[in-house]
Structures are given as C-alpha cells and as structure tokens.
C-alpha cells in the first residue's frame, strides 16, 4: 500500500469530517458502559483495533458515501482523507470508556468508602489520606452507587471536585503521551520505518473509488468476501446458540491445560492457563506481521509455561508468573535504554530545534512543532508531579512513578507500531519499580493510599491512549492529510469523550447499582489495591536482592535479544515476543498468532511474495468480517437485552 510523502499541497481538516467523527464518539462513549458493563456483550473496543470503530467506518463507507454517489452527489461523499480523520477520531476515543480510563477508575473513587468496615481497618489506614477532591465522600452518592438510585436523581455535586481533579490528571497525562508520540513519529515512520500493521486496514478501506465506481477496489475483491464470509458464519451460528441452545456452535476455545492433571505439568494452568483460542481478525492481522514477531509471540510463551513447570518441579518459591513478572520490569526499562540509544540522533536534532533553534530538521508536518512537544513533555510531566504532590504524595514517589508508568506506555506503544499487537499489557505496576530498589518499607503509609489509584489508568493498558495517538499519526501519510490540522480533531474527540463518558458510566451505576453490574470492575478490581497494599503496613519489606537481580536479568535478555537482532540477518527471535511473554494478552491470543503465522508461513514457503500478496485480502477481509459481524451482535444486544461476546478483551 502506498503512502504519501509530505508536500505543500496536503489536505486540511474539514468541518463536517469533525462533525461525522464526533457523532461516532459519541455513539460509542454512550452505548459502551451498557454494552460491556451490563450487557457483557462484545467489547466495543477491548484492544487497539476498535471493532465498534471499523463497524462505524464501514457503514460510513458502504451505505453513506455509496448512496451519495449513487444519486450523483459526489461533491458530498467524504474524501479518504476525511474518513482518516473520522478513523482517527474514533481510535483515540474508544478505549478511554471501559479499559483506558472509566473502567477502573471512577470505582475507585467510591470503593475505599463504601468497603470500608471494621474488618479491613481501611478507615484507619487509608482514609486520613483521602479528600473529596479525591474520592467521593458523601453517604448518599457512595450508598447509591453501589446500591442504585432508580428513579431518584443522581447526587452529581458529590462528583464535581474528584471528576475535575482526575479529569485534569488524565488530561495531562494524554498530552504528555502526545508529545511523546511527535518526538518519536518521525523515527519509527521514516527511519526505522515500522509497517503499523493495525493502521493498513483502515487505509485499505478509505481509499477512494475510481471511474465513477460507488466502491473502491478492495470491495470489489472476491477474496475479500470468502475470507469475510469465515467470521461471520463462526459468530452468527455461535451467536445464535446463545439465544436458541438447542442449535449447534462450533468451539473457539480449547483448555489444553486440562489435559495435564500430573505435577508439576498441573503448573500449566497458573497464570494464564494454557488456552487455544480461534480469534478470526486476530489470525488476520497476524498475517500482516513479520513472521519473526508472530512466531516469537508463542513461542516465549510455550517457554514461559515451561519455565513455570520447572520452577514446581524444583519446589522454586518462586512462580512462573511472578518470576516473569521481574523480568519484565527489567525488559521494559531495557527497551527504553536501546530505544533512545538508537534515537539518538534525531533526538539530538530534536533538541536543538528546541533550544538552538537550529533547521536541521522540518517539523511542518508534525501535530505539534518539536520545541511545543518538548517543553510540552517537561512540563507536562512536572504538572503531573505537582498534581501529586499537592493531594499528599512524596516527591520521589510521584516522580518515579510516573517516570516508570511513561516507560511502560513507550514499550506498549512500540509494540503496536512495530509489531501490530493489537491486545498489549505489562503484567506489573510503575510503584513495583520503586518496591523494588527501596522495599516497600521505603514508602509512607499516605504514599501508599494514593498509589492504590495507579490501578485507574496504569495497570490494565489493553486500551491505553497511546498507541492509538501513534497509529493515528500515521494515518495522514496514506492519504495526503496534513498532520497538524489533526491535532485538533484529536482533542475536541478526547475532550469530549471524557465528558461523555464520564456522565454514561456513572448514570448507568445509578440506575442499575454497581453491585449488579460487572463483578470484577465495581469489586474485585476495586478493592485489590486497597488489600494488597494493607500488607505493606502490617509487614514492609526491606529490599530484596533476588528480585532486583531478576529485573537485572531480564533487561540483560532485552538487550541481548535487541543486539543479536540488529546485527545478526539470520537471528529470528523477536524482542516483542519475549516483552510479552506472560500477560493476559499472550495467554489470549497466542494460539490464533500461531495459526495466523503457520498458514503465512506456508503461503509464502510455497507461494512465495506472489502468494502473499494474493491471500492478503483474504485475511484483511476476515478482520473486517469479524469486526462487522461483532458490531451486529452488539445491536441485537442492545434490543434483546443479551449480550455476546466474541473478541479479545
């Protein structure tokens, strides 16, 4: 697929592609709470490939644009750049609703409260460290979030200070992910020129017809539709069982761990158990990936899983999960070290137009200029920390933090760029680097109550903002838009899906009361920081070699992965796959990368690039399938009440 260089003559952003792209975010900012939270329907989003998005942007293109075209109203129809746009919009938007924000975050303005009992002694640990511009306080907005108020009005005076207070937090830290996004563009697009695989369906489908046409090319291609037709015969005969059980389904799920009942092979079913899952788009964007990254997705692992059966085997205190898990935090922080090690000129070049003023590099097509993302990325970051410090928290603790909670977004954020992941997480928190060096005997009691909020945004990254502002970047370059005018697109779609958002996650509480609502968000995701962190008053630690060592070793394994990589064209295992050897992501997906990267493996042993680029359409048309056909399910959701639940997420 072709992309467009920069010129003079790029297109800017129009009025009435704001006004469509905004409809869309609403539309999802509001049925998602219902959708996922009460329905448990298919996620909206759930990952950085939003299936409500590319429903949305379809339809736009299929039944909008072709009947304007059909009654010749050409003039009407919207430019494949305006559709970027929309596209941009909605991906920016999706996740913040559920996983990237609101999921977590607004029951943990309520839980500490209402949990609270003599048992716990959460009055007296936590509460002398929690204002109203932190938690919501009063008796009855807190009874009757969890309880419901039906029919009774909502107490929003009760919201106002901690909405305003997190509001401005996350919005801070969304432009401090922005900046990061324009400093890193140019060097992952152009230099290291990364494929951003989740992007290429998108562009596929916004490209505008030719010859009079009401559709464009890929459209019209007949593998399309038989790779289209896969997913939506598994989901709507799967879909349909769950209405009417006495009509068969075919199985997408295969717990290979069950068949392991002996020790230490029971050690299989720790963690995230050993699963086969089929996702159809998920084998479909596996085939646009590298055959490296795919086959190193599964097979670390396979090996972590085998780790974890050693590690029983010898009565090792520690788990494969845990064990993994220090690895991790050293891997991440080893990554950012090659990263910049590798940036290092444009990063020079950078700072120098920042501070020198020097031409050495052009900026005219970044969303922002490079000195406005510097000093925007520094003070960004010192606004956040001040933020923090002003509620309670120590210097040391905010800065590191977030420090380390930036470091883990660059890593996320890299993967979906390089290797077109489209479900990432880290199977840790930003406060476990700090345990790590100082114990957590190092850390005050008020440190400690405020960090139980970094469970709100950064620790389940499934939908985090960044990697979609870094794909959202990218979409410019296939159409001829210019960048900049898409800075603004982007906020008013930011703005306006926390505001949005925010009132269709708590009105729904109210109605429905969050303890009938999803389990795991309103309770146990909600409660677990304020447990798991009572133990560090009842027993701190002091600073443990062993896991420092670990965290040593796995950044000694990034950076030798990362070295072998680069100097060596015959070395085939990718660092992606080891960086996301245990998470909930690897534990749901790895099975369809294995298929997605066995059937290119053979298609291009056997049909060579020829072969590649004849079933390519195949495997876009089954991601689009799945994703069209997941989008139905929701709407018939929405009507009878049941949900159905069909992606990753």
């Known amino acids: 697929m072709k992309t467009t260089s920069p010129s003079p003559n790029l297109s800017r952003l129009t009025v009435r592609s704001v006004l469509v792209g905004l409809i869309c975010v609403v539309l999802i900012c509001a049925i998602t709470p219902y959708n996922n939270m009460y329905l448990d329907g298919t996620l909206l989003a759930g990952n950085h490939f939003p299936i409500a998005g590319m429903f949305l942007l379809t339809a736009i293109i299929l039944f909008g644009n072709a009947f304007l075209l059909k009654i010749q109203h050409r003039r009407y129809a919207l430019s494949a750049g305006e559709l970027m746009v929309i596209w941009g919009m909605i991906i920016v938007a999706a996740g913040i609703p559920y996983s990237g924000l609101m999921r977590y975050l607004i029951p943990l303005l309520v839980a500490p409260i209402f949990f609270a009992s003599p048992e716990n002694e959460w009055r007296e640990l936590y509460h002398p460290y929690l204002s109203d511009w932190l938690v919501v306080t009063e008796p009855r907005a807190v009874r009757g979030f969890y309880e419901g108020l039906p029919g009774e009005s909502i107490p929003w005076e009760a919201w106002v200070k901690p909405l ?212 925007g990325l520094i003070g960004g970051f010192v606004g956040l920390t001040l933020l923090c410090i002003l509620v309670g928290m120590t210097l040391w603790v905010a800065a590191g933090v977030l420090l380390m909670f930036f470091i883990i977004s660059h890593g996320l954020t890299w993967m979906v760029a390089n290797g077109g992941l489209l479900y990432v997480k880290q199977t840790f928190r930003p406060s476990d680097y700090l345990v790590a060096v100082v114990g957590s005997k190092g850390i005050s009691q008020g440190d400690w109550t405020l960090l139980c909020f970094q469970d709100g945004m950064m620790r389940d990254t499934r939908e985090m903002l960044m990697p979609n502002l870094m794909n959202a970047m990218r979409l410019p370059d296939f159409v001829g838009l210019r960048r900049r005018s898409m800075f603004w697109a982007i906020a008013i779609a930011v703005l306006t899906t926390l505001a949005v958002s925010a009132y269709a996650f708590i009105h729904l509480t109210y109605a429905k009361g969050g303890l009938s609502l999803e389990g795991y968000a309103y309770i146990t995701a909600a409660v677990r920081p304020f447990n798991q962190f009572s133990r560090h008053f009842i027993s701190p630690s002091e600073v443990d070699i062993v896991e420092i060592s670990t965290i040593g070793g796995g950044a000694g394994v990034m950076f030798f992965l990362m070295y072998m990589r680069r100097q060596f064209i015959w070395w085939r295992l990718h660092p992606i796959g080891y960086l996301m050897h245990l998470s909930g992501a690897s534990g749901e997906m790895w099975g369809s990368i294995f298929l997605g990267w066995i059937l290119k493996y053979l298609i291009l042993k056997y049909g060579g690039i020829g072969g590649y680029r004849r079933f390519r359409p195949a495997f876009l048309g089954m991601v689009l399938g799945e994703s069209l056909i997941g989008g139905v399910w929701v709407i018939v959701g929405l009507f009878t009440g049941i949900g159905y639940r069909m992606l990753p997420g």
């Open 164 to 375: 305003f207070s997190w509001g401005l937090f996350a919005l801070l830290v969304y432009f401090v992910m922005l900046c990061m996004c324009v400093l890193l563009r140019r060097q992952w697009v152009e230099r290291e020129r990364y494929t951003f695989p989740l992007v290429q369906l998108p562009a596929e489908i916004a490209q505008s017809p030719q010859n009079g046409s009401l559709i464009n090319n890929f459209f019209k291609n007949r593998a399309v539709w038989i790779g289209f037709a896969v997913p939506v015969f598994l989901h709507t005969l799967n879909g349909l069982h769950d209405y009417f059980t006495g009509l068969p389904s075919i199985p997408t799920v295969f717990r290979l761990s069950d068949y392991f009942t002996e020790k230490p092979w029971s050690a299989l079913s720790w963690g995230p158990s050993l699963r086969f899952k089929v996702f159809p788009s998920v084998v479909g964007i596996t085939y646009l990936l590298t055959l490296d990254v795919a086959f190193s997705f599964w097979f670390f692992f396979l090996l972590n899983k085998l780790e974890q059966v050693s590690l029983f085997a010898i009565g090792s205190k520690w788990t494969g999960s845990s064990f993994a898990l220090r690895q991790g935090m050293g891997a991440y922080l080893a990554l950012m070290i090659a990263m910049i090690w590798t940036s290092r000129v444009h990063l020079k070049e950078v700072v120098q137009k920042t501070f020198q003023r020097r031409k050495l590099i052009d900026d005219t097509n970044e969303m922002l200029p490079y000195r406005w993302a510097t000093i």
